[in-house]
């Protein structure tokens, strides 16, 4: 027993020796420290929260054990092919060494190299932040131990897990190839294993059910979903201090694969068979009978010059390279992960939204979906196989005889780009398969050939241009691997150019604009772009091509120098004037777009765009408090020319002086790239026109006085022209023009949306942070009005192709054809909100009539689906918000779809709502058990109508509660009426899921609710589930009063409220004993901690069961920056399931559900009933803000 | 007409693998007698243009070929000392796709050249087998075929028997003389035997020089009458070799027969022998050596 140990020490000691004398390996350690300091220097890890914080160091340790596979790759390749490419294979089977010792005194040393070089960079994170900067504000205390842990808990199993594996492959097949595919597969593993966790942790795209998330947690080989999953909710200052501890799901998911890694090892000792391995599998036969001897030696004399082009050479060699590598097992292995990964791609990654809700799987949908990865994975698999092709010969040692052939280098040169170039497109096309039986699995009907065929020409051009690239670099470097890595370096070069300084798209080598595409909108205005800069790219990398094949290599391949000076020579003087051709293609087509992008159109890097906004900001803000009229009535004829991508406007402003100031200078300001434009003010001075920011000026010479008036005209003529980088201005395209009117109407006075928002980038340019302290007040009914509260009257003739269908604000009073355009007069029957937009496309239209308003749904014809619910759910919340808020202003409400690329899931402007395609029209809502996605949304923006729109409170901090989260609160309402309480709870898990994470990420300080400012995850998250507290506090009839008063007070007034008189009217409606929950809920940050007890039951005589169940409970609040706690006592809902209720919407029956008054942080209660209950929950419905919801359901003690 | 003048190439490392090399080979095979190492393969590559010599040039049938590789690659032969093939490929698709590169564009004569060429190396039965599944022999029968592809003015062979079974050897013999009836071919080797067998010319080659070149008779006559040899004892060698220019020595029956180039009769031990081109070779390298 003794010997043995000794033995295996032996070995594994001898192991580290051998890796440790490689220069691999320090090549590894120096770039795994690298990676760590970078880690350090560039403050990896959330906003907040230390370098060096337990959290952080977790986190960046298991980053770097992903790269670890690879360096684990090269050892256990070596390691399990030293005997056998050394010849001591015999030497080595023929001593006494057992095949246990044998085989994990390898895989030890192997592993223990690899742990070596992780330590090394744990060293580096530990020291790094001493040595680099790092603001000062993230470094906290040196805990060695936390190193330890992350090394100990997170990097040692997971290169056990990845090591088993490749070790495995190399020891069976003692291949090195097959070891590097293995690791390639084990990092493919963790790239799926990431899209498949990262559902549940992306930002909106998800059911945060925490049965979901348990399963992400323990199913991920590499752990970093178990670490999230207990972490996601941990504030910054708990991420500073606690260590994950290794338990639950974290200690599951380590175990778990552990053992698959101690199983995978078995198996390999089972299957490793000790003996050599049989040199080759292929028949050595020998000669056969002598064949017949035939007649002499015949010649076949040789053309001299066929043809110009040697077409068949060039297709015989085409055939053989392409055999090469589709035969090849590696391209077979990357065929299968490429499969799984659009698999996992197409199903779970861009068909499921928000809420848990999937949409319909378009083609252009499914193509998005396999054009990201592929571009990316392409250019793996290329870089891999030019080296493959460009070095076959030569590996094969082939070289001597195919370099003696008279056949020209491009013959070898065409046929192996021709080879490549077929991998992306084998890509391609399988994605294109895998999408479209996905489609076919889920009943959809509407595939089509176009998008998918598109991405031959959008994702493989580029990455056939890469590929000629590749094959020039592996030409000029000394061996493949240096080729791999110049390439790949290349490659992050260019796809990160911003980073290095390139970032116009001519200077980024295959680089194009990116082309956003809709089922409506086709390529809107990028396609010609695109085309053009393909062109400019291709000509280029012809040009390559010429100088690849005149550097190719033939025979023993001269030093670089002497090819390079050989050029000339070797390239001809066809290839010259072809290389000559492609030069002044490439120079046009170059000139042609460098035109378009920066002559004819603005071309701006971020940071110029920065300094811009900063300058305007500097220049103009100063003016912001001058008094300056309100827009009181709009009159606009527009003309849009969809196929031309150009719209004109003529429109007039009628201004008034609400202020009680006189205004000396009106000023207002255009997008600063609508160049053609004319202001003026009737009977007034010309303007000054500034330009740079598209700010025109007006010196009245008679300054208006207060109550005065005057009127704006303006014209302007906007076409899009030429090349663009990108930022496309797809206002008016061909089909889906959506034409706001903050992007094409002048606006007066400071445009505060110019502002640059990132507090780091304000103060580099010497801007002070935005100001948060603004006072905040109720509005006082007797003041002044608020110049900023402007409703208008709006009128307006809008013009399009005669094949499509105009929709502005308002009735519609007119409609008309002129030559061959369409007019559309709407006009606004009463004053509405200053925000309005013009949309223009071939629509199909539905509508209904619904008690005097007119509902209509205009949508792309083939986007039919939800129409109907769309209608039902409009109608209701018409009725709903009707009788319970006010009535509806308008005379017609309008749901109007746009195409997907707006940044906005709805908007919501007067008496109209425009969606996206893909977030209400395409959303399949065909499963009743999913989360009616399609109505809550238009509940929402309906409830806009009220809240936005009538009541619009000034730009204050809790503007957004009374926007948004009262439209949270409408939509309740309408899910509630259309299927019932129980359809509630599911979304507030959502809603309370967004608030949570929202937190957990917060950068400064959490504000309360009635301070809100741009935090979506507080006006939505925390918004919707106090609305439902509140609604169960007060009662839903007293809390529909109090909005109604609010509506009442203030809808289209001049005296626009804030959170504040919202919180005076709630008071005023709470009983006394309320009012303090509510201000906790709006005025505080409180956040509760519910969680059910240990429940048990008991079988009573008389029939029924009484139910115990223990109710833990607790709230804190945050004072000073400390949570501190508070008493506990209210009246929360307890509820008794007979099985288990999943998110309360579809089954499960409740047994027993009643308010209980929980005081002090452990409450028993007792209730009894019918039925043997199997779960109790607290707070099922989701009424309180609770940091960890997912223990509020408690499974009964059987009962007896 | 293969006239090669003044061919010289160092390897980067200082090696001179190739040092003032001159000679001018007409049609017929031509043999290549040298140890290893001596600069064969070196001079076989830059005639069949894969490297660059750093001086010299060469021209065939009046063409200069260092200025016009890819014209000396329309009539080339070549047959590497060592070669791999793609994996994978059948003999005959392989065969055929070398056939096309070479420029063979007619489809039936390069049918058939390919299938009298499997016919004439034996390997017809084995045509739809992978090249690189073959036998070490197979795949230099390989190597011959397709050397012969097309219509080469200039064959080059570097130690092409090597591996060869004694039956495919003499198959191969006949079928060099056959193509040398027309061609230039040259035949790298360091067998002597097959130089007398089949090489109506020839030279030694030795650090990268041309030690003596002919036809292999007159080289045998230069040596008529000056051979000697004796059998010794193992003991008696060392102090042989230091008396006289001992050309080889050989191990027969546990003696050693000890082989001396002398003008005279050495001693009384000596008897004349009669000379071969195995002592031609010897003698031309250990002129060399002494040189
Ligand atoms: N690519 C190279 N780089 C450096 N030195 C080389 C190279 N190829 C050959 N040499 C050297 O040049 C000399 C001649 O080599 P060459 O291969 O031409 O000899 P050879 O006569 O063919 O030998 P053999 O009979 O062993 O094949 C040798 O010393 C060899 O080491
Ligand atoms: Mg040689």
Redesign the interface.
């Known amino acids: 027993m003794r010997a043995r140990t000794s033995v295996l020490r032996g070995i594994v000691a001898f192991e580290w020796r051998c890796h440790a004398r490689h220069l691999a390996f320090y090549a590894a350690a120096a770039g795994f420290v690298g990676m760590a300091v970078l880690l350090v220097a560039t403050g990896y890890g959330p906003d907040g929260v230390n370098v060096n914080s337990p959290y952080v160091v977790a986190q960046a340790m298991g980053l770097l054990s992903l790269p670890a596979v690879f360096v684990l790759t090269v050892f256990c390749a070596a390691s399990a092919l030293r005997d056998a490419e050394s010849g001591m294979t015999e030497i080595v089977y023929a001593t006494s060494v057992s095949r246990a010792q044998y085989l994990f005194g390898r895989f030890a040393g192997a592993l223990l190299a690899a742990l070596a070089v992780l330590a090394a960079a744990a060293i580096a994170l530990m020291v790094a932040p001493m040595l680099v900067r790092v603001s000062p504000e993230r470094l906290g205390a040196v805990h060695p131990a936390y190193y330890l842990w992350g090394l100990a808990v997170v990097v040692l199993p997971n290169l056990l897990f990845a090591g088993s594996l490749v070790f495995g492959v190399s020891a069976l097949t003692r291949s090195a190839r097959a070891s590097y595919v293995a690791g390639v597969f084990v990092y493919a593993l963790y790239l799926v294993a990431a899209t498949l966790i990262d559902s549940p942790l992306m930002a909106g795209s998800a059911p945060p059910s925490p049965g979901s998330l348990a399963r992400a947690a323990v199913l991920d080989p590499f752990g970093p979903s178990a670490f999230f999953e207990q972490t996601r909710y941990w504030t910054p200052a708990e991420r500073n201090v606690r260590l994950p501890s290794l338990s639950g799901h974290f200690l599951l998911n380590r175990m778990l694969w552990t053992g698959v890694s101690l199983a995978v090892l078995a198996l390999v000792h089972h299957l490793f068979a000790f003996r050599i391995a049989a040199r ?1 599998r ?3 036969a ?9 007649g ?9 010059r ?2 110009p082009v ?1 077409w ?2 060039l297709l ?2 085409t055939r ?1 390279e392409l ?2 590598v589709l ?1 090849s097992w590696s391209f077979a292995g990357l065929m299968a992960l490429w499969i799984f990964f659009v698999g996992m791609e197409v199903v779970t990654g861009v068909n499921t939204l928000e809420y848990g809700t999937r949409v319909y799987p378009t083609t252009g949908l499914m193509a998005a979906a396999i054009g990201g990865p592929l571009g990316m994975i392409g250019i793996v698999a290329l870089a891999y196989y030019a080296a493959e092709l460009a070095w ?2 030569r590996a ?3 070289d ?9 280098s491009a ?1 070898f040169h065409l046929s192996k780009l021709t080879a490549l170039c077929a991998i992306p497109v084998a890509l391609a096309l399988t994605g294109a398969c895998v999408g479209a039986a996905y489609q076919l699995s889920r009943g959809y009907e509407g595939i089509e050939m176009g998008p998918y065929l598109t991405l031959l020409y959008v994702e493989c051009l580029p990455l056939a241009l890469f590929a000629a690239a590749a094959l020039l670099v592996q030409t000029l470097s000394p061996n493949r691997y240096a080729g791999i890595v110049f390439s790949l370096a290349a490659a992050v070069v260019v796809r990160r150019g911003e980073a290095f300084g390139l970032n116009h798209a001519l200077v980024r080598y295959a680089g194009a604009p990116a082309l956003p595409r809709t089922d409506m909108g086709g390529w809107g205005q990028g396609g010609e772009s695109f085309a053009w800069f393909m062109a400019y790219w291709t000509s280029f990398a012809v040009l390559l091509g010429f100088l690849t094949f005149a550097l190719w290599r ?3 391949a ?1 030093p670089l120098i002497a090819r390079i000076s050989a050029v000339p020579r070797t390239l001809g003087r066809r290839g010259a004037l072809g290389a000559a051709a492609c030069v002044a293609l490439f120079l046009a087509t170059g000139a042609f777009v460098f035109h378009g992008t920066n002559v004819v159109n603005r071309y701006e890097t971020d940071a110029a765009r920065m300094d811009w906004k900063a300058a305007y900001e500097k220049a103009y803000r100063p003016f912001a408090a001058e008094p300056q009229p309100s827009i009181v009535g709009i009159r606009a004829n527009v003309d849009l020319y969809p196929a031309e991508r150009r719209y004109r406007i003529d429109g007039t402003y009628r201004l008034e002086n609400r202020t009680g100031r006189e205004v000396r200078d009106v000023w207002g300001s255009l997008p600063r790239d609508i160049q053609d434009a004319r202001i003026e003010m009737a009977g007034g001075p010309p303007a000054e026109h500034d330009a740079r920011f598209g700010v025109y000026r007006f010196r009245l010479s008679r300054p208006m006085a207060p109550g005065g008036t005057a009127e704006l005209r303006f014209r302007t003529d906007v076409a899009q022209r030429g090349v663009r980088t990108g930022d496309f201005d797809l206002s008016v395209v061909e089909n889906g023009s959506f034409l706001a009117s903050r992007s094409s109407f002048p606006a007066l006075g400071y445009r505060s949306s110019y502002e640059l928002d990132d507090p780091a980038q304000r103060r580099k340019r010497g801007l002070a942070g935005p100001s948060t302290e603004t006072a905040l007040a109720a509005t006082e009914p007797a003041g002044g009005a608020d110049p900023s509260a402007a409703w208008t009257s709006f009128e307006t003739t809008v013009s399009t192709s005669a094949d499509q269908v105009a929709v502005a604000p308002g009735a519609l009073a007119g409609e008309w054809r002129r030559g061959r355009r369409r007019y559309f007069r709407y006009v606004m029957d009463r004053p509405m909100t200053g925000q309005f937009a013009y949309v223009s496309a071939r629509y199909a239209v539905k509508q209904v009539r619904h008690r005097g308003v007119l509902v209509q749904v205009y949508y792309h014809p083939t986007h039919a689906y939800n129409v109907n619910r769309m209608l039902a759910a409009a109608t209701r919340s018409l009725d709903l918000f009707g009788a319970r808020f006010g009535p509806y202003p308008h005379r017609e409400l309008r749901i109007v779809e746009v195409p997907s690329y707006w940044g906005f899931g709805a908007l919501a402007l007067p008496g109209t709502v425009y969606f996206v395609e893909d977030r209400g029209f395409l959303t399949d809502a065909r499963d009743s058990a999913d989360l009616d996605l399609v109505t809550r949304r238009v509940a929402h923006e309906v409830g806009h109508q009220w809240w936005g729109h009538q009541v619009d409170p000034t730009d204050q901090p809790g503007a957004s509660m009374l926007v948004e989260t009262l439209a949270k609160y409408s939509e309740q309402m309408v899910l509630k009426e259309t299927h019932g309480e129980r359809a509630l709870p599911a979304l507030l898990a959502f809603d309370l899921d967004r608030y949570l994470r929202g937190r957990a990420g917060e950068e400064s300080v959490e504000a309360p609710l009635y301070r809100v400012t741009g935090e979506a995850y507080l006006y939505y998250g925390k918004g919707a589930v106090v609305m439902s507290g509140l609604r169960d506090l007060l009662g839903e009839p007293a809390l529909d009063r109090v909005l109604a008063r609010l509506v009442r007070e203030h809808a289209g007034s001049d005296h626009p409220p804030t959170s504040l008189d919202l919180i005076a009217l709630l008071h005023a409606q709470a009983p006394p004993e309320q009012r303090a929950l509510i201000d906790q809920w709006l005025r505080e940050v409180v956040v509760y901690d519910l969680a059910a007890g240990p429940a048990t039951c008991r079988r009573l005589p008389g029939g029924g069961f009484r139910v115990t169940a223990t109710v833990d409970a607790g709230k804190t609040m945050r004072r000073g920056g400390r949570d501190v706690p508070l008493p506990f006592d209210e009246a929360l809902d307890v509820a008794a399931f007979a099985a288990n209720p999943r998110g309360l919407a579809s089954a499960g029956r409740i047994l027993y559900s009643a308010k209980q008054q929980i005081r002090g942080p452990r409450t028993q209660v007792s209730f009894t009933v019918a039925q043997a209950p199997a779960y109790v929950a607290v707070d099922p419905y989701v009424h309180r803000v609770d940091r960890d919801p997912s223990d509020n359901l408690r499974k009964v003690e059987d009962c007896r | 007409m293969l006239q090669i003048t003044g061919l010289s190439k160092t390897y980067p490392h200082g090696v001179r693998a190739l040092d003032g090399v001159s000679l001018s080979i007409g049609a017929g095979l031509f043999g290549l007698l040298g140890p290893n190492g001596a600069g064969k393969s070196t001079l076989m590559r830059t005639l069949a243009t894969l490297q660059e010599p750093d001086s010299g040039s060469i021209t065939l049938d009046g063409m200069d070929v260092l200025r016009d590789p890819t014209g000396l690659r329309r009539r080339l032969g070549y047959l590497p000392q060592e070669f791999g093939v793609y994996p994978g490929v059948p003999a005959e698709v392989l065969l055929d796709h070398l056939a096309l590169l070479k420029g063979l564009t007619n489809a039936a004569q390069r049918r058939a050249q390919v299938s009298d060429l499997l016919h004439r190396t034996n390997l017809h039965a084995h045509r739809r087998k992978a090249v690189s599944s073959f036998s070490g022999g197979m795949r230099q029968r390989f190597g011959i075929a397709q050397a012969l592809l097309g219509d080469p003015r200039l064959v080059i062979v570097d130690e092409p028997t090597a591996g060869l079974d004694p039956e495919e050897r003499n198959r191969f013999h006949d079928l060099l003389s056959e193509v040398g009836e027309t061609v230039v071919v040259i035949l790298s080797t360091h067998i002597v035997e097959d130089v007398r067998q089949l090489c109506p010319r020839m030279a030694v080659l030795s650090h990268g020089r041309v030690l003596c070149e002919g036809e292999p008779a007159r080289l045998l006559d230069a040596l008529r009458g000056r051979l000697w040899q004796r059998t010794a004892e193992r003991g008696e060698v060392d102090s042989l070799r230091a008396a006289h220019a001992v050309l080889s020595t050989q191990r027969q029956a546990g003696r050693t027969l000890v082989r001396v180039l002398a003008d005279a009769r050495p001693d009384a031990g000596f008897a004349p022998a009669e000379a071969d081109l195995e002592d031609v070779y010897f003698s031309a390298l250990s002129a060399a050596r002494a040189a």
């Not at chain 1, 002499?296 to 001299?304: K, N, R, W």
């Not at chain 1, 001597?400 to 020209?408: C, F």
Request: no cysteine; aromatic share 8%.
């Open positions: 080759s292929s028949g050595r020998d000669t056969a009978a002598p064949s017949k001897h035939v002499g030696y015949q010649t076949v004399a040789v053309p001299f066929s043809s040697p068949h050479a015989s060699a053989l055999r090469y035969r076959r010969e094969a040692r082939f001597d005889v195919i370099d003696a052939t008279p056949a020209s013959v033939r025979g023993r001269a």
